[in-house]
């Protein structure tokens, strides 16, 4: 067998990084942050404890990998909007986009939330995204104003807690909030 090449040796490790990611969010989820243990995030993802310590460093660091893996996730649904700004075909295909990833990836964004709500992720977050919310907002706030609304920055803020109370009642009992229902009122609404 040849050794693999240096693409399959990051490949593997992204897997690798994301299946502990994915065991560090269930074991946190059923524990609690506080009662979660790198043993059970070993166990849980069937990677042993050492290894799992070449990947992150603390249970902390373990944390800031699961806030970074969703932005990821973010970023692949946004794609050029940061750079290139929103119109209304892009926020309609954001919203698809979203909805999409709230229906195919129900387990991990139900985790998620279990997650991050908990007090010790929810400061580790906070202080990860301090003072980057002018920027994650730019393109809404841009967006708004171009349309002429009164209030951009409130009408921002309004549009993302519309998506977050949508994604946590939907993940939450999704036959009474069906997605294929609520897309026309967003897209009424929000576009």
């Known amino acids: 067998m040849s050794p693999r090449t240096p693409q399959q040796l990051e490949l593997l490790r992204q897997e690798r990084k994301a299946q502990i990611i994915e065991a560090a969010l269930e074991v946190m989820a059923a524990e609690g942050y506080a009662h979660a243990t790198m043993s059970q995030v070993a166990r849980t993802s069937g990677i042993s404890k050492g290894l799992i310590y070449n990947y992150f460093e603390s249970k902390e660091n373990l944390v800031e990998g699961i806030l970074l893996f969703s932005l990821e996730e973010l970023k692949k649904i946004l794609g050029d909007i940061p750079e290139t700004g929103l119109t209304p075909e892009k926020y309609i295909a954001l919203i698809d986009k979203t909805f999409a990833m709230y229906r195919d990836k129900q387990v991990f964004w139900r985790m998620y939330i279990a997650v991050m709500l908990q007090e010790e992720p929810k400061r580790i977050v906070l202080r990860m995204l301090k003072g980057q919310e002018a920027h994650y907002f730019r393109p809404w706030v841009?967006?708004?104003?171009?349309?002429?609304?009164?209030?951009?920055?409130?009408?921002?803020?309004?549009?993302?807690?519309?998506?977050?109370?949508?994604?946590?009642?939907?993940?939450?009992?999704?036959?009474?909030?069906?997605?294929?229902s609520l897309r026309p009122l967003v897209v009424q609404i929000l576009v």
């Open 142 to 180: 841009d967006y708004y104003t171009q349309k002429g609304h009164p209030d951009p920055m409130g009408m921002t803020l309004f549009a993302h807690a519309v998506f977050d109370g949508i994604m946590l009642n939907h993940l939450n009992q999704p036959e009474l909030f069906p997605l294929e």
